[in-house]
């Protein structure tokens, strides 16, 4: 039995690819252009931002809560959001969820 030359090249490639599974990404993943890096910079500054924000917003909470201006203040869309929780699981959503649901 005698394998194509296109089938022994195929298997060879596929074995390489197995070994260095990065091989299987695009180039740009590689080397990213320029557009790249300053959309993975903008979307980590975002990131980094409502990192802060989330955490600024708990810490005023959890000083509210202690406190007695709890009934003053008036409570906005991101507190309704890290506030919401699921009715049957109790379970609340993740920063991410918050973060896309107040952005969109």
């Known amino acids: 039995m005698q394998a194509s030359a ?7 490639i596929n074995a390489i690819i197995a070994m260095f599974p990065f091989l299987k ?3 740009f993943n590689l080397f990213p252009s320029r557009q790249q890096k300053v959309l993975l910079s ?11 924000l989330l955490q600024s917003r708990r810490d ?21 959001l890290m506030q919401a929780a699921d009715p049957e699981t109790g379970k609340g959503m ?11």
């Not at 005023?60 to 309704?80: C, N, P, V, W, Y």
């Open 6 to 12: 296109g089938s022994v090249r195929s298997s060879a």
């Open 60 to 80: 005023k909470q959890s000083h509210d809560d202690s406190s007695d201006e709890t009934a003053k203040r008036k409570k906005d869309f991101l507190d309704l």
């Open 42 to 52: 903008n979307a980590k500054s975002l990131d980094e931002f409502s990192n802060e």
């Open 94 to 104: 993740s920063d991410r969820e918050v973060t896309i649901l107040f952005l969109c």
């Open 25 to 27: 990404q695009p180039i």
